[in-house]
C-alpha cells in the first residue's frame, strides 16, 4: 500500500513538473499575453494614476495663496503624458506584466481571455473599467468613513482589554495626560 502511494506521488509530481515545463514563454504566448494586455485596458491605468497623483500633488498645495486654477489641467496631463510614454516599450508596464501573466496562465487560458476581451461584454467592460474604478472606489470610501468609528471603537476596546496603551508620536506621556493640574 505505501509502495502504491510512492508511485502515485510520483506520477502526480511527474505530470505536474511536466505541465509546468510545458507551457514556456514561447514568442507566440509572449505575443497573445501582449495583445491581451492592450485589449484588457491595461494602458487605461494611466487616466486613474494621473488623477490620483494630480489630487496628491493639489493635497500638498491646498495652503498656496498664489496658486493657478491652471495647475490641476497642467499636473493631470504632464503626468497622463509621462505614464503613457512608459506604458509600452522596453521595461515598460506591459513588459512588466507579462512574466506575471505567463506565471499564472497557460498560453490556452491567455487565448481565453483574448477571446473574451474581444467579445462584446469583453470590450464594455474595458470600455466601463475606469468609470468603474472611480465609483468602486467612491463605494469604498463612504463604506470605510461609516465603518471607520467601530472599527476604532473595536479596536480601542481591544487594546484596553490586552493591557495596551499605546502613545501616539507627538502626544505627551500618558502620566502627563493623566496627572491632574496643581
Known sequence: MNKTYTVLF???????L???????????????????????????????FAMMVTQSYMQQLRNCNNCSPKIPD?????TQATLSAHVNGEGGLIERQVPVYHQHFSHAEIKQMLAFYSSPIGR???AASNELTRGNIEASQQWLTEVAPEVK?????????AGIKP????????????SSPK
Open 10 to 16: 510520483a506520477l502526480l509530481a511527474a505530470s505536474l
Open 18 to 48: 511536466q505541465a509546468a515545463q510545458a507551457d514556456e514563454l514561447t514568442a507566440a504566448k509572449k505575443a497573445d499575453i501582449v495583445k491581451m494586455l492592450s485589449l484588457n485596458g491595461t494602458e487605461r491605468v494611466v487616466e486613474p
Open 74 to 78: 497642467v499636473v493631470r496631463a504632464t
Open 124 to 126: 464594455k467592460l474595458v
Open 153 to 161: 471603537q473595536r479596536v480601542d476596546a481591544a487594546l484596553t482589554k
Open 167 to 178: 502613545t501616539l508620536p507627538g502626544s505627551p506621556p500618558p502620566s502627563v495626560l493623566q
